[in-house]
């Protein structure tokens, strides 16, 4: 039976490039659009102290969905597929009333939160970086939900659809912010972001509900679901939520840097990401399914596999890395100054992109790395190194943010990488 081309590493690649660079590209124009209307502002900073939070632990689930679900699906439906598609019924409604949970309960010490992590803050500004909080909340559930829908096609080799629904994300918040940014301001984004979530869950269960039937999962007679749960699901959650605290702890010194540096730093990183997400993050994503399912049936496929990738990625990560450094500051300047972005903003981000940019190449072999530790199940090294990373970005902030302001903060995040 012919094998569909985008069921392969190559096909799967080559097509989740393309639609990472359309998602990219409408990500970029977003970014401009939130440039030229916000800048550097006050009010586009309190944004992102706000939304980081919920925004992290979407990204921590997505990453939950795909390293817990992938490996124990392929290694249940070896022994039943009939078991396989109840276990994945089972996942989404573990990880959709999880994040219930957790938004919930962010909900109600949104007041104690902020109150602590603002202490300077005035009433005005706290009480809008709450209420854009508060929005931004009610995406938690629903991305919990998508993601382990995601995860589910990627283990059956579709990858298009998954791609495709990233798209809609992007195209909502860019739809809202240009018809409602002049009523609501950066509110535009928090509901525009929402609204994309809702999208994206949509098309995903359109596309499933004939496989995966949410109605008829045994939730209580499936002893075994719960084991993996309490095994690995936690050690894993403990892994991503520590991975996706660089940007978290940045927040935490809004007052310790120059008005606009968090701003700046979002640019920044956007910026630096662009070439990963498109590059990196599209071959490990079609490459981790084959990884862990070859090492399921012991065959002698990954080593191959991780050559190529390495090789490839060493190749493209130095010229972009050199582009960065030099020639960052004329991009920027392209993109992003107009309206709102001065001269001014554009020197700031340059300064941090430079620092960032020192580090891309081992973060591009990081993606793969992690997946590979995944597949082989080894998730102790994982969270020895999660720990070590983390606990060094924090130290580093201390020591660099009184001298070197956000600057600081970037080159904390490019030492730990």
């Known amino acids: 039976m012919k094998q569909k081309f985008t069921s392969t590493i190559a096909g799967a690649s080559i097509f989740i490039t393309a639609v990472l660079l359309i998602g990219r590209g409408l990500g970029l124009i977003r970014e401009v659009i939130f440039a030229n209307f916000f800048g550097l502002s006050a009010e586009y900073n309190l944004y992102l102290v706000a939304t ?12 939950i969905a795909q390293n817990f679900f992938i490996p124990n699906y392929n290694s249940t439906q070896k022994k039943s597929n009939s078991e396989a598609i109840e276990f994945a019924g089972f996942s989404v409604w573990l990880f959709f009333v999880g994040g219930l949970i957790i938004s919930l309960a962010l909900f109600f010490l949104s007041e104690k939160i902020f109150s602590l992590y603002l202490p300077d803050a005035s009433s005005i500004s706290l009480e809008s970086t709450i209420s854009i909080f508060k929005i931004v909340l009610i995406a938690i559930p629903v991305f919990s939900a998508s993601a ?3 995860a589910y096609l990627q283990a059956k080799f579709e990858f298009r659809l998954p791609s495709l629904s990233q798209l809609l994300l992007n195209i909502a918040m860019i739809i809202l912010v240009v018809v409602f940014q002049s009523s609501i301001g950066v509110k ?9 979530a809702i999208l994206q869950l949509l ?10 039937n949410l109605f008829q999962v045994k939730f209580f007679k499936r002893k075994k679901y719960f084991q993996i749960i309490s095994g690995s699901l936690l050690i894993i959650v403990v892994i991503e939520s520590i991975s996706q605290l660089f940007m978290f702890s940045d927040r935490y010194f809004y007052n310790s840097v120059e008005l606009g540096g968090i701003a700046a730093l979002n ?3 956007h910026l630096y990401l662009l070439p990963l997400s498109i590059i990196s993050m599209a071959i490990s994503t079609a490459i981790f399914p084959t990884l862990s399912k070859s090492i399921n049936e012991e065959t002698s496929e990954t080593e191959k ?3 190529n990738f390495f090789s490839v990625n060493t190749l493209l990560f130095i010229p972009i890395t050199i582009v960065m450094i030099f020639w960052g500051d004329i991009i920027i300047r392209i993109l992003f100054e107009r309206g709102e ?8 981000t340059y300064s941090a992109l430079k620092i960032y940019a020192f580090s891309l190449i081992f973060f ?3 993606a793969v790395l992690n997946k590979l530790i995944y597949s082989k199940k080894l998730i102790g090294y994982l969270l020895l190194v999660a720990v070590i990373s983390i606990s060094l970005k924090f130290l580093l902030n201390f020591i660099f943010v009184d001298q070197l302001k956000q600057n600081g903060l970037a080159l904390s995040t490019s030492l730990s990488y």
Do not use: C, R
């Open 52 to 63: 980081i939070l919920p925004i992290t632990i979407n990204t921590i689930i997505l990453y």
């Open 148 to 150: 382990v829908f995601s």
């Open 188 to 196: 535009a984004i928090a509901f525009g972001y929402v609204a994309g």
């Open 203 to 212: 098309w995903l269960l359109y596309f499933v509900q004939k496989e995966v």
């Open 267 to 269: 640019y920044a990183i």
């Open 305 to 307: 596999h991780l050559n």
């Open 341 to 348: 972005f001065t001269a001014h903003d554009s020197e700031m």
């Open 364 to 366: 591009s072999s990081y």
